[in-house]
T-cell receptor, first 114, second 110 residues
């Protein structure tokens, strides 16, 4: 099925551990982005990419790294997990940078840092 | 960045009722979109509506870009409409960063 696939769906980390959240899309979308969703705060942009090899920071980039080696994949790396990074993470893609045609979201990764 | 305010923050409806959700922006925006997050957390794009009016079944949306607001209308609500509705947009000239409002939590009861 075409769409955005995120793995894992759930993850528990200890403070200081590192991990990578995976995101893949098969729609040949140029634009991909990562959001975190916290209660009462909506979705906040972490990092985004307008194409392979190009990434940029969003609203809350600290503690996260991204890379975009292919059009299909956009992994999010937590370098040293902290309890403040407990959140639900969503990956999204769209055909054009401005979202023309709409965004497609993955099903999310629920991360708990203890 | 832009500020996105949504109202009301919470809404409870009886099945069959109509409602209007509002989204206000602090600055000139484009690429305005509406999303529905269902109770299982899945985000679905409802409308891409930088200006004008669009309709899709029982849902319709209107954006008045010059006055910096957008409205989402839900008619004949059903229990499956429950969830959180978000509006989001990019800042005019600021291309790539889609900023979300804090959402309207809707519950439709029988």
């Amino acid at each position: 099925n075409a769409g955005v696939t995120q793995t894992p769906k759930f993850q528990v980390l200890k403070t200081g551990q590192s991990m990578t959240l995976q995101c893949a899309q098969d729609m040949n979308h140029e634009y991909m982005s990562w959001y975190r969703q916290d209660p009462g705060m909506g979705l906040r942009l972490i990092h985004y990419s307008v194409g392979a090899g190009i990434t940029d920071q969003g609203e809350v980039p600290n503690g996260y790294n991204v890379s975009r080696s292919t059009t299909e994949d956009f992994p999010l790396r937590l370098l040293s997990a902290a309890p403040s990074q407990t959140s639900v993470y969503f990956c999204a893609s769209s055909y054009e940078v401005g979202g023309l045609g709409g965004y497609t979201f993955g099903s999310g990764t629920r991360l708990t840092v203890v | 960045g832009i500020q996105v305010e949504q109202s009301p923050p919470d809404l409870i409806l009886q099945e069959g009722a109509n409602s209007t959700l509002r989204c206000n922006f602090s600055d000139s925006v484009n690429n305005l979109q509406w999303f529905h997050q269902n109770p299982w957390g899945q985000l679905i794009n409802l409308f891409y509506i930088p200006s004008g009016t669009k309709q899709n079944g029982r849902l319709s949306a209107t954006t008045v870009a010059t006055e910096r607001y957008s409205l989402l209308y839900i008619s004949s609500s059903q229990t499956t409409d429950s969830g959180v509705y978000f509006c989001a947009s990019t800042l005019t000239g600021g291309g790539n960063k889609l900023t979300f409002g804090t959402g309207t939590q809707l519950k439709v009861e029988l």
